[in-house]
Structures are given as C-alpha cells and as structure tokens.
C-alpha cells in the first residue's frame, strides 16, 4: 500500500469523524430522555404556555413604551423587566453585534410579547385561588437593576398574602430569582413555585448534525441534546417531561442560551411545552409550599440570559455549582480534546491580540509537539522515493501475478527497511485535533466576528473574497459551494505541491484520482470557516517544507542509463 493511499483514507476518516460520527452516535447511543418518571399529577401542575402568537405584531418600542418599566443595566446586558406579569422580555447583549457593520445593533435575545421573535422568561406561582397572574401589576422596589441594585417585586392579594420576588443579576448574564410568600392573612395556601422561559419561533439557527439548537438541559447530571421543536410538537399533549435532582432547562441557539436553574440540591419538575403556532416554553417548577397564616416560605431559582462565553459558563459551573452549564456548547465526543485546543487557542489570541496569528501559532505548536512522529512519516516516504523504481520494476515483471507482486512488494519493503504505513500515524493524529478546531470556528463565540488581515474580516465565517465577485470588485458574497475563497484556493494549490513531494502511485488511475483530490477538497473546504482553511492551509507549507529538507537528505536515485540497442 502506498503512502499516499494511506493519506487519502486518513482524509476520508476525518470526513467521517466531522459529518458522520454524531450522526451515528444519536442513532446508537442516545442521551437517556428522563432520568425518572413522572406521574400524570405532575404532568396536570404544568403552567400553560404563556408565549402569545397575536395575529398582527407590532413595533418593540411602542410594546416597550406603553408599559410600566425597571430598566437593566449591567456591563453585558441592556433592557428592561416588565412590570406586567413580572417577565424580562426586553434584553439586549452589550459585549455582541448583528453584524460586522459599524452601526450595526447589538444582538437581542429577549423581546417582548407581540412583537417579531417574542422571548421572555417569567417567574410566579400556581396553586390555590389568590396567586399572582400573567396580568398581575407588581410594585418595585427600585426603577433600575444592576449588579450593585437588586430589586424586589411584590404584590399583596385581598387575604392579606404577599408575593416576592427578589431579583438581583451579576455583571454578565445570571439572573438570581428568590421568590418569597408572606402569609399575613388568616388562611393557609398551598402554592407552588414556577420559573419558565417562553419564544415564540424556533430562533435564527437550525439544529445540525453536529450542533444542536433548540430545547436543551441537564437532568440526572446528564445533558440532554435529543429533543427538537418538532419533538415537543409530535409529543403527546405537546409536553415533554423531566424530574431531576439538579440541573437546568432552557433553550439554545448556536452562541446564545436562556436558562432556569434550580438550586443544586433542589428536586424538580420540569417540561418542555408548545402551544401550537411555532409557540414554546421550558418550565421548571419546585416543591409544593404549604404557607400558614404569619408564616413564609421561599425558594430560589437563577436564570442564564446571555451569550455562551467559554470562560462564563466555566465559571458558573465550577464557582456556583451549576451543573453541567459548560455543555449548552455541543462540543461532542471530542470534548476532552476540544476545550484543551479552545483554551491554547483563546490563549495565544490573548498573547498576539488576532486570532488569525493565533491559530498560525497553534499550527506550529502541534507541528512541533508532532514533529518527531512527522519526521519519521516524512523519512518513510523519502525512502518510498528512493525504492519506486525497484516498485516499479516488480509491477513490470509480475503485472500477470497480483499474489505474487504482492509477496515480492512486502519482501522489497523488508529488505530496505521501509514501512508504506509510516504515513498514517500523523495524519490520524491530527484527525481529533481538526475537528476540534472546527468545533471552536464553528461553535464558541469568543471567535465570532473575530478578524485576520486584509479581507478576512470573520475568521468564524468563510472566505468572502472570490473570483465570482471578481475579489471583491462585484457587491456580493456567492454561496461558499460556488464562490471559492481565496484560502480555500490557497488550500488546494499546497495540498497539490506537497502531493507532488510525495511518492506517485504506480497504478494509473490511483494517479488520476489523488491528482483531483487537492481541488476537490479545495471546493469541500470552501464552505468552513476561514481560520480553519487558515491552519490546514499552514499546516501543508509546514509538511512542504519539512519534506522538502527530508527529501535533499535522501535524494532518490538517478534513474540509468538506456541500454544501447
């Protein structure tokens, strides 16, 4: 076997390992759905979606202007908490842009509801007669929330009971919720806590074989990726169930997570619920409180609102307990590998200030720590060079005989100490550390908009210089598929040089296959992102010039001299 087959099955095994594993992995080995039963009380206790679709939307401001108010104001989050029904519906996150454009607005996630992409989260109650509703008008106790400000929400029903919730929110997107009951009136109630997080609409990004997006949660300390929009939809009575001790629920988009998380030790209900009308909801809900009269009860239950920063969700799990919060990033089965890569990879761009160079860095660093396997591959194939023509004499001498070419192959390999699977090694090593890298491009937003040099404005987005728009010349971006960037090019040229450094196969059309595989995988690689094309394109000069050094100190033989006739 030639070493250049053994490349192309390495290739072709790191396709598989980036588009098929997850696949194969949901199917085979599915995350448990519940990790208990639960009863159909339980299932009956659940809070009805609240997430309104009207029949005509109206303008956020106007929505916004008409009720009362207590703004939010943190160095990550700007927005406002409505006094109606106690929801934060209106959240605008400071340290993250639409787009690359200048005036570009900050990326919403929460909107009131009855405006474009209603999403809010709600906290209450639900139980015996007199509790607070969706319509109920709470007083505060300050116009504005900020890390230094709490604010305190209450309301007092007609028997005297007064309903509290304590709200309080850090400097970057945790939420703390303590809802308190203070029975000052003569009769006992039995009330229980519920905390939910409603949208209406499925958000801006699909769910993916290799990203997930949509209703997500930890129960059991296990994660749960498997439920979609369209399994709360085809559920029956439109509700999926979960009783946990510890975890969370909520929903995910590809950089953003909303989030109800009970306390640790904490036992509860929840659910995933829709409504019909692309209308959804995951709620939690806590033990039943029994409150006397002069007595009161509380519970407490945080809220995640906010980008999914590595760093945060990190912190949050190990600083608060939270169980599993790292995992709302779908890092996959390469998790182990990825996250290292992540953070020498968050490293570097902090020491160099670009991303770009950061992953130059991180090219070289694995090259260095791979260098030694690397060079024996290289050293195998120079010698490969220095013996195909002794290869290509015993194919012309049994080209009738494939056993026994194969005997005489083998006993030549033997003979000049040769190994045609040196090659894979390397190459299989670097499979994991690839995906990882596409898993950090693809997913963590601490590389989002991040730029290079020149043109390359988004190192998470493709190549957008192409020869369809003329390089730049024409005002628009082609599809990846038809307009190939730049690196993408640049990808294909070096894979072609350092293919040429390589021994040729002796079969003709193993020749004419491996001569297209540069430009085919120049139009494979043309839709990833351009840090990735950026270290695979790094990664080849390094292999040509280390083979190139390799092949001036074994140089193949000079082939001889043509017999006189």
Same mark, same amino acid.
């Given at each position: 076997?030639?070493?250049?087959?053994?490349?192309?099955?390495?290739?072709?095994?790191?396709?598989?390992?980036? $588009?098929?594993?997850?696949?194969?992995?949901?199917?085979?080995?599915?995350?448990?759905?519940?990790?208990? *039963?639960?009863?159909?009380?339980?299932?009956?206790?659940?809070?009805?979606?609240?997430?309104?679709?009207?029949?005509?939307?109206?303008?956020?401001?106007?929505?916004?202007?008409?009720?009362?108010?207590?703004? &939010?104001?943190?160095?990550?989050?700007?927005?406002?908490?409505?006094?109606?029904?106690?929801?934060?519906?209106?959240?605008?996150?400071?340290?993250?842009?639409? #787009?690359?454009?200048?005036?570009?607005?900050?990326?919403?996630?929460?909107?009131?509801?009855?405006?474009?992409?209603?999403?809010?989260?709600?906290?209450?109650?639900?139980?015996?007669?007199?509790?607070?509703?969706?319509?109920?008008?709470?007083?505060?106790?300050?116009?504005?929330?900020?890390?230094?400000?709490?604010? @305190?929400?209450?309301?007092?029903? +007609?028997?005297?009971?007064?309903?509290?919730?304590?709200?309080?929110?850090?400097?970057?997107?945790?939420?703390?919720?303590?809802?308190? &009951?203070?029975?000052?009136?003569?009769?006992?109630?039995?009330?229980?806590?519920?905390?939910?997080?409603?949208?209406?609409?499925?958000?801006?990004?699909?769910?993916?074989?290799?990203?997930?997006?949509?209703?997500?949660?930890? $129960?059991?300390?296990?994660?749960?990726?498997?439920?979609?929009?369209?399994?709360?939809?085809?559920? *029956?009575?439109?509700?999926?169930?979960?009783?946990?001790?510890?975890?969370?629920?909520?929903?995910?988009?590809?950089?953003?997570?909303?989030?109800?998380?009970? +306390?640790?030790?904490?036992?509860?209900?929840?659910? $995933?619920?829709?409504?019909?009308?692309?209308?959804?909801?995951?709620?939690?809900?806590?033990?039943?409180?029994?409150?006397?009269?002069?007595?009161?009860?509380?519970? #407490?239950?945080?809220?995640?609102?906010?980008?999914?920063?590595?760093?945060?969700?990190?912190?949050?799990?190990?600083?608060? %307990?939270?169980?599993?919060?790292?995992?709302?990033?779908?890092?996959?089965?390469?998790?182990?590998?990825?996250?290292? &890569?992540?953070?020498?990879?968050?490293?570097?761009?902090?020491?160099?200030?670009?991303?770009?160079?950061?992953?130059?860095? /991180?090219?070289?660093?694995?090259? $260095?720590?791979?260098?030694?396997?690397?060079?024996?591959?290289?050293?195998?194939?120079?010698?490969?060079?220095?013996?195909?023509?002794?290869?290509?004499? /015993?194919?012309?001498?049994?080209?009738?005989?494939?056993?026994?070419?194969?005997?005489?192959?083998?006993?030549?390999?033997?003979?000049?100490?040769?190994?045609?699977?040196?090659?894979?090694?390397?190459?299989?090593?670097?499979?994991?550390?690839?995906?990882?890298?596409?898993? @950090?491009?693809?997913?963590?937003?601490?590389?989002?908009?991040?730029?290079?040099?020149?043109?390359?404005?988004?190192?998470?987005?493709?190549?957008?210089?192409?020869?369809?728009?003329?390089?730049?010349?024409?005002?628009? #971006?082609?599809?990846?598929?038809?307009?190939? %960037?730049?690196?993408?090019?640049?990808?294909?040229? @070096?894979?072609?040089?350092?293919?040429?450094?390589?021994?040729?196969?002796?079969?003709?059309?193993?020749?004419?296959?491996?001569?297209?595989?540069?430009?085919?995988?120049?139009?494979?690689?043309?839709?990833?992102?351009?840090?990735?094309?950026?270290?695979?394109?790094?990664?080849? &000069?390094?292999?040509?010039?280390?083979?190139?050094?390799?092949?001036?100190?074994?140089?193949?033989?000079?082939?001889?001299?043509?017999?006189?006739?």
């Amino acid at each position: 076997m030639s070493d250049n087959r053994n490349m192309f099955l390495a290739i072709l095994l790191s396709i598989v390992v980036l $588009f098929g594993w997850t696949a194969v992995s949901e199917r085979f080995f599915p995350t448990p759905k519940s990790n208990a *039963p639960v009863s159909a009380a339980q299932k009956a206790d659940g809070a009805t979606p609240v997430a309104e679709a009207p029949t005509m939307l109206r303008e956020r401001a106007a929505v916004i202007a008409e009720s009362t108010r207590v703004a &939010i104001r943190t160095p990550a989050l700007s927005g406002s908490i409505n006094l109606e029904g106690a929801r934060i519906d209106d959240l605008l996150l400071l340290r993250h842009d639409e #787009t690359l454009k200048k005036d570009s607005p900050n990326v919403r996630l929460f909107s009131p509801s009855g405006t474009q992409g209603a999403y809010f989260a709600e906290f209450g109650w639900t139980g015996s007669a007199g509790l607070p509703t969706a319509e109920t008008r709470w007083t505060a106790s300050a116009p504005t929330l900020t890390p230094e400000q709490p604010v @305190t929400l209450s309301w007092t029903n +007609a028997a005297g009971q007064t309903f509290l919730i304590a709200l309080s929110v850090d400097k970057d997107y945790l939420f703390t919720a303590k809802q308190s &009951i203070v029975n000052k009136g003569g009769q006992a109630l039995v009330a229980r806590p519920y905390g939910l997080v409603a949208r209406v609409g499925t958000g801006p990004d699909k769910s993916t074989f290799n990203a997930h997006t949509g209703p997500i949660g930890v $129960f059991g300390g296990k994660t749960s990726y498997e439920n979609n929009y369209e399994d709360i939809d085809e559920a *029956p009575d439109r509700q999926i169930d979960f009783r946990s001790k510890g975890g969370w629920i909520g929903f995910t988009d590809k950089y953003w997570l909303s989030a109800l998380i009970p +306390a640790n030790d904490a036992t509860f209900d929840a659910n $995933f619920r829709g409504g019909g009308d692309q209308r959804y909801q995951a709620g939690v809900r806590g033990e039943p409180l029994a409150v006397g009269p002069g007595q009161t009860a509380a519970t #407490t239950t945080r809220l995640f609102a906010g980008a999914k920063e590595v760093d945060v969700l990190d912190r949050y799990q190990d600083g608060l %307990g939270v169980v599993r919060l790292g995992s709302a990033i779908d890092w996959g089965w390469f998790e182990v590998i990825a996250k290292p &890569i992540f953070h020498l990879l968050d490293w570097l761009f902090e020491k160099t200030g670009n991303l770009g160079v950061a992953i130059i860095g /991180l090219t070289i660093l694995i090259r $260095f720590v791979l260098f030694p396997i690397a060079n024996k591959q290289y050293a195998s194939m120079a010698k490969m060079r220095q013996v195909q023509p002794k290869m290509k004499a /015993l194919q012309e001498r049994y080209k009738d005989d494939k056993l026994k070419l194969q005997q005489e192959m083998m006993e030549l390999y033997k003979t000049e100490k040769v190994n045609p699977l040196a090659g894979c090694l390397p190459i299989l090593l670097q499979i994991p550390i690839f995906y990882a890298l596409y898993k @950090t491009l693809f997913l963590v937003i601490d590389m989002r908009h991040q730029p290079f040099y020149l043109w390359i404005k988004d190192l998470s987005a493709p190549d957008p210089l192409t020869p369809v728009n003329l390089f730049g010349l024409l005002p628009f #971006t082609p599809p990846p598929y038809i307009g190939i %960037g730049v690196l993408p090019i640049l990808l294909g040229i @070096t894979m072609w040089l350092q293919q040429k450094l390589n021994p040729q196969p002796l079969d003709e059309i193993q020749q004419k296959v491996f001569a297209i595989l540069p430009w085919m995988f120049m139009i494979i690689m043309a839709p990833f992102a351009a840090g990735l094309q950026l270290y695979w394109t790094v990664n080849n &000069i390094i292999s040509i010039a280390q083979q190139w050094v390799l092949i001036r100190k074994h140089p193949a033989p000079a082939p001889e001299p043509a017999k006189a006739k």
